[in-house]
């Protein structure tokens, strides 16, 4: 009989593509003597230089340049853009008009959670290596899934002129308005979406979620009147609740070596995190009736919502909620007198927020008294999210170092999908080394 081999001092272990994310980055684990040492998300992913690019820019360029950050998400971008510019110029765009971009903010929220729950994230828990594969042996549901996402886009597109980097929405409010009629063909593809979402929330509260619970400070907008996307006050799990202009005052952002993205953290406390989970755990008392009760046929409780991995829940209700939304929206819609009110520029600096599809999303814009950008700092989701991302592998990987390179390897790529991250607007992910002794 062979002996044993003796157990390797050092592991590395190398996930070369990691697929069902957006953009480029790495994960590097060191684990010695039984303990985890250092756990990084190194984004490799070159800087895009936005912030830069718009400086110098008319203020009324904000929201379609930035709208280029991500085809995913575009409508977040232009929304908290045109929030900053808009504060900085002393204009509140309310009314009809507020309703319409919310219904536009809708639309991107049905298209990426469809395409995060169905294609990216449920192949996780059911042992699929792709949505492609998983739509082998589910194609009913993939297909009604696909057609949930087309539904948002098709919002969009009747919204914004184009599903992808949509044109429409400026600053002031919109270059047009749709009539009602051009809701006609949409409202039918969401009626069958929100039954799709029904039951993509039942199917996905049948997984497996691993055992992994997480102290977490969960950061959202919140607003009294609804379920905040595109307006409301800065709240967290730990009591902080202010103003969208004194963003600067608690968060601040930091350069860490292993990363092109910045770090974001809460100066009094540290990590955070922000998303689909924060916004249930803090808002789902404003969630649609629809929508509370799909939460609660899944066993969704948002005072006891910390396992990172049933985030595909809240993604779910999400669904249910933005379809929901949107058939209320498009059944009292009118078109008001004028697509948008006047604009004009004055030394000021402005700021904004809007609830991205994977959570807060920060802008800030200093212009001149001719409306001409000399400052901007643009917040996305995913950096405010990296402190945390990081936080959770520590500690999965410190209570699941026994598993085999593969099934590690596996599992952590599974940590990172729970929190939808887009690398392309702040970080992405692809290879994972782990050293081991």
């Not at 102290?215 to 103003?243: K, N, Q, T």
């Not at 998303?275 to 009760?293: C, I, Q, T, V």
């Not at 046929?297 to 985030?311: Q, V």
């Amino acid at each position: 009989m062979s002996k044993p081999s003796e157990p390797r001092r050092t592991r590395t272990i190398r996930t070369d593509f990691l697929a069902r994310v957006e953009g480029e980055g790495a994960m590097y684990v060191k684990i010695r003597d039984g303990a985890v040492q250092a756990v990084e998300l190194r984004i490799y992913e070159p800087p895009r230089f936005f912030e830069a690019l718009l400086r110098g820019r008319d203020f009324r360029e904000a929201p379609d340049i930035t709208s280029r950050i991500c085809g995913i998400c575009p409508i977040a971008y232009q929304t908290s853009a045109v929030n900053a510019i808009e504060d900085a110029c002393g204009v509140v765009v309310d009314g009809r008009l507020r309703e319409l971009r919310r219904l536009l903010y809708c639309g991107e929220w049905i298209e990426s959670h469809a395409l995060h729950v169905l294609m990216l994230h449920a192949p996780d828990f059911l042992g699929y290596e792709s949505g492609i594969a998983l739509a082998r042996d589910h194609p009913d549901l993939v297909q009604a899934g696909l057609q949930l996402k087309k539904a948002g886009n098709q919002l969009v597109t009747v919204i914004g002129g184009r599903e992808i980097h949509p044109v429409n929405l400026r600053v002031g409010g919109f270059y047009r308005s749709p009539e009602p009629r051009e809701f006609a063909a949409v409202r039918e593809a969401l009626e069958r979406g929100r039954e799709t979402s029904l039951a993509l929330t039942r199917w996905a509260a049948g997984f497996t979620f691993p055992e992994f619970e997480q102290d977490y400070e969960f950061v959202a907008m919140s607003h009294p009147e609804d379920y905040a996307i595109e307006r409301g006050r800065i709240v967290s799990s730990a009591g902080l609740d202010i103003d969208v202009r004194a963003y600067d005052e608690h968060f601040v952002e930091e350069h860490v070596e292993h990363s092109n993205a910045l770090h974001s953290r809460l100066r009094e406390r540290g990590s955070y995190c922000v998303g689909p989970m924060a916004r249930f755990a803090l808002n789902a008392d404003r969630l649609s009736p629809l929508a509370r009760e799909a939460a609660a046929e899944a066993g969704l409780d948002a005072a006891a919502c910390r396992n990172p991995f049933r985030s595909i829940l809240a993604r779910c209700v999400e669904l249910v909620y933005a379809c929901d939304e949107a058939l209320r929206l498009i059944d009292r819609w009118q078109p008001p007198e004028q697509p948008a009110v006047d604009v004009v520029p004055r030394q000021a600096t402005g700021y904004g927020c809007s609830e991205a599809p994977r959570g807060l999303l920060y802008h800030r814009y200093s212009i001149d008294g001719d409306g001409v950008i000399r400052d901007a700092q643009i917040v996305p989701p995913t950096s405010q999210n990296q402190l945390t991302i990081e936080r959770d592998l520590a500690e999965f990987v410190e209570h699941h170092q026994h598993l085999p390179d593969a099934a590690l390897t596996l599992a952590c790529e599974q940590a990172i999908r729970n929190y939808d991250p887009c690398i392309s607007c702040a970080t992405h992910f692809l290879r994972l080394e782990v050293d081991r002794a």
